[in-house]
Structures are given as structure tokens and as C-alpha cells.
């Protein structure tokens, strides 16, 4: 695969950002690219990143390089700061961002397909929320998403003890009071999309039972399942940490709707060709 760290302007954002992707690399005989690859469409997966992280931390603390390669998969990890995926109220508007320009951008940029079948997006703790989102949001867009200790109950977690975090919270969302019940909660877009006539993409979620945010999962699941929602959930031993989400995202994309990509082995057979006398 191909590792691309891509700089660009924004003009949603109005200021330059960062993507990480990694790409498929094109089957080639004797130095020359197969023509059928050469305009072939990539399925593509949005990862994203938790609060702490940035674009590169997918790449830098997993091993996703070698996981995404026998799918022939592309992998998109964006920049989004610590915004939540969502148009801040004294902040930038990563939402807009992250759901409208950046898809067009990339597939501007890459041989990515548009095609809702395969369009995939995962994310870890913050990552997992803005997953979720997606997927609730523009179900016409994305086939499947998966959320890694996710930060699902985004109602509970804004409204925390610490003042500080109240204080950031509210330059992310605004009024938190108004919280419950907007598009920024994911319960309630749950709810909305079940009552509507649409395919809700399939969804993967996961958590470790001695996670801090266990039981915000555990309320979303619940909460998904009542409402039929076509969820995966899986749970077993795992913190909060790398070493759980390295072990996950291979289950993420083996639970993916994506064949992998077989490749035929080409063997020249060497042949030895008599000196001229």
C-alpha cells in the first residue's frame, strides 16, 4: 500500500488541514500498471481519531497498514482537533468538514468510490461518536460503521463534574442544556432513523468491560437494540487504551463488508539460455 500524508486547504475549515491515507497499490507485470486497475474505484474507510489524537495515530500505534492491504481497502484518517466531529459554537466547523467537503476532496484526489456499498467509517472513544454520527446521519452514504469505545452517550459525558471540561464542552456544543435531543445526540438520531423508511447502515460496537465509558456503551446498545437497529455488539477484557483498539480494528474489518482482494501469483519460470559459441 501506499502511505500519503496530504496537506490542503479547507475552505469549509478556511484553513489548511491534514489527512493521512493509505491506498492500494496498483498491480503491475514488468514495471507496467494493469490496465484494469489503472481507473478501478477503491472501497474506502474514514477512520478517526479520539480526543487525544490526531491523523497520524491510527498509523503510528496500530498496525491498520497491514490489516487494510489483503482487503484492498483505502483508509482516510482526518484531522478533526477536539471538536467531536461537530460544528463547534466557538470553533471551527468540522462536521461540515468531515461530512461534505472532505469525502469530495478525496475522491478528487484518489481513485476512491463514491458508491454507498462501499463506503465505510470506524472510529476509537471520540472517534467512535463521530462514527456513529455519520452513519445516523447520512445512512444513504455509508454501508457500514463501527465505533471502538465509543463516547456514545455524548449527554452524559459533556455534562461531567469537572468545570473545565463543562467550559470546553460548551465551545464544542453550546447551551449542553439543548444537547439532549439535537443532531449532536446520538440516542436521538437512533430513535429518528428507525422511524424512518431508509436502510440504516450496519453497525459495529465494541468496548472493554474495564473501560471508563463501558456503561455509556452499554446504554447505547440497549437503547440501539430496542429500536432494531442492525448492531453488532462485542465485549470482553480491555481498557481504555491501544493495545484494545490494535486487537479491534481487526475484528472491525473482518466484520467490514469487503471481499478481500486475491491476488494471482505470477510465476516466470527461469529458463537458461545457451552462450553463442
Known sequence: MALIHCDFYSEVLGMCTSICALLPQPRSINGQIEESSIDQKYPVLYLLHGILDDHTSWQRNTSIESYAEPLGLAVIMPAVQRSFYTDMAYGYKYWTYLSEELPTLVQSFFHISSKREDNFVAGLSMGGYGAFKLALRH????????????????????????????????????????????????????????????????????????????????????????LNLPLTYEEGPGYHEWRYWDQQIQRVLEWLPVRPVTKDILFVPYIEVPETP
Open 139 to 226: 445512512p444513504a452514504r455509508y454501508a457500514a460503521a463501527a465505533s471502538l469505545s465509543g463516547g456514545l452517550d455524548i449527554v452524559s459525558i459533556a455534562k461531567g463534574e469537572d468545570e473545565a471540561w463543562q467550559r470546553e464542552m460548551e465551545s464544542v456544543f453550546g447551551n449542553l442544556n439543548q444537547l439532549e435531543g439535537s443532531e449532536n445526540d446520538l440516542f436521538h438520531l437512533a430513535k429518528v432513523i428507525s422511524e424512518q423508511d431508509v436502510d440504516c447502515p450496519f453497525l459495529y460496537q465494541c468496548c472493554g468491560i474495564e473501560d471508563f465509558i463501558y456503561q455509556d456503551n452499554l446504554r447505547f446498545r440497549d437503547h440501539a437494540l430496542s
